[in-house]
């Protein structure tokens, strides 16, 4: 698919994202897909030829380049990695809404019977990798920064169950202050 055309295909994967979100894989129905997208049925499966299990893997490599291009990248780079870090965590706060947006790949995560196992799986370790590498090139031990960034991800994901459960978004900015001053950043005032 073509840079183009894949842009042209962002809002209606966004928008199915967000169904996706809201309504989990076995809830999500054809009809709150068409009244989310603005598209019949029609369309849909002209876009979307093998129906709600492509929609899903499109939506999951979507998040995938997204993740990848604002936040795994940055935090490889080796000129500054303090820099990527700060990056990660106000790219990962806008992605989620400052902490009123579910995350997609955790979800997923937690179907067992989901055929996007080996995605969601290189999405968690993608993060992981990268942060830990730009920990460690901040100057930690390579098996504290191993576990910092296993400590991060996983408490991000807690974090936005959390927000999510307690309806308190707050939790999930009050969880990114908390690690930025576990890697020695200075915090910005809470939203």
Sequence with gaps: MTTSSRRDRDPVLQAIAEVFRRHGYEGTSLSRLTTATGLG???LYNLFPHGKEQMIAE???HIQRWFETEIFVPLEETENPSA????MFRSTEQYFQSGQRI????LMALDG???FGTQIQAYFSDWQTALA???YKSGKPQEEATDLAEEIVSGIQGALVLAHAQSDAGIFLRRMQSFRRRLGFPC???Q
Excluded: F, H, N, Q
């Design 41 to 43: 049925k029609g369309s």
């Design 59 to 61: 939506v999951l490599a």
């Design 84 to 87: 990527g870090i700060e990056r």
């Design 103 to 106: 995350c997609l790949m955790g």
């Design 113 to 115: 019977d989901t055929p």
């Design 133 to 135: 590498s730009a920990i």
């Design 188 to 190: 910005g005032r809470l």
